[in-house]
């Protein structure tokens, strides 16, 4: 995150990004509308496809970073992506179900400027629906691959659930635990960030016939994107524009969110540090003008630098674990897209 994004890497990646939500998209709208009603119109509602009446609408259903992945990693492997749509899919489910759970968990209610599927049709309905995209993006993996390689690719979106659930749960309860470590945070994101894009560029790699070796490889490359892409997030949910991000402006401080740049900061034995661990024990709620204060403590002990920093050590070791970076020109341009996003 310390290096100037060129015009020629930030094109490359909304490239690469687009094509992947235009690979995506008519595939996902398939798989929805095949739910029953109104899991289908709830599910179009959080995809930005449709109002809360069914009108169309064309609000956007996010980034497609993870569906992305998949396609680079097959790329990577010498493989055209449009053979693996059905494993993109699959994650771009899994990871609009956990949206809203996670919009239910944190009681938030904007996503992408909208509002959450809770705050419309309820909290027990949106649980509903993350539950049965989940079983959707199963059902498309074992359609289109019923044979060994459908088992391994189910088992594995399978055990990043697992993971990406015991992440969260770490994350909730970081909430009210005092003296959480920046190896606990990073211990934390590992499941809840980067199980998923690991799972996400394995698939990739998998579907497009790699070897168990090189799997694994291209896992490595997608955990340690993941935790740049939770970092640069967690920079993002103090410092970001809520107008470009969608939310409102100091919600994870007002939360008591122990993102990793707090943890650091609360590390950092500074007086910022001693005044930002007051604002966090408090009992009452933090108001807007006591989180800029907090925003403030948090740059002043480090938390953003050190933020910043370990982004780039996670960037420096993705790269790593590639097997040929010469060959995997989209994955590097996703990298520029993770870690300089403002959104």
């Not at 189910?154 to 015991?166: K, N």
């Amino acid at each position: 995150m310390t290096d100037t994004v060129t015009p020629i890497a930030a094109a490359r990646a909304a490239e690469v990004l687009k094509q992947a939500r235009r690979r995506c998209e008519p595939a996902l709208r398939e798989a929805i509308s095949a739910l029953p009603d109104p899991l289908d119109l709830m599910a179009a509602y959080h995809m930005g496809w449709c109002d809360a009446e069914g009108n169309p609408t064309d609000a956007g259903w996010g980034k497609g970073l993870r569906g992305a992945l998949v396609f680079a990693a097959a790329n990577a492997c010498g493989v055209d992506g449009r053979t693996v749509v059905p494993a993109a899919v699959a994650v771009e489910l899994v990871h609009n179900f956990t949206l809203i759970h996670d919009d239910v968990i944190d009681v938030d209610r904007l996503r992408r400027g909208r509002a959450t599927v809770w705050t419309v049709w309820g909290v027990p309905q949106a649980i509903c629906l993350g539950d049965a995209l989940h079983a959707l993006a199963i059902r498309v993996l074992t359609s289109a691959w019923p044979s060994a390689v459908g088992v391994e690719a189910t088992s594995r979106v399978e055990s990043a659930i697992v993971e990406l659930c015991l992440g969260q749960s770490r994350d909730c309860a970081f909430e009210k635990r005092v003296g959480v470590r920046v190896a606990d945070y990073l211990a934390m994101a590992r499941g809840k960030t980067g199980a998923l894009t690991g799972c996400a560029t394995a698939l990739g790699a998998l579907c497009a016939g790699a070897d168990s070796a090189t799997v694994g490889r291209f896992e490595s490359f997608g955990r340690e994107l993941g935790l740049a892409f939770q970092l640069t997030d967690d920079i993002l949910g103090i410092w970001g524009d809520p107008v470009r991000t969608g939310k409102p402006i100091g919600g994870d401080l007002m939360r008591r969110k122990r993102s990793f740049p707090v943890v650091a900061a609360l590390s950092s034995g500074t007086a910022a540090a001693v005044e930002l661990e007051e604002l966090y024990r408090s009992a009452t709620p933090i108001t807007v003008t006591e989180a800029a204060r907090a925003a403030v403590a948090v740059q002043a002990a480090g938390g953003r630098r050190a933020a910043a920093l370990q982004a780039d050590e996670r960037v420096a070791a993705a790269i790593a674990a590639l097997p040929n970076p010469n060959r995997a020109q989209d994955l590097l341009a996703l990298i520029h897209f993770v870690t300089h996003r403002n959104h």
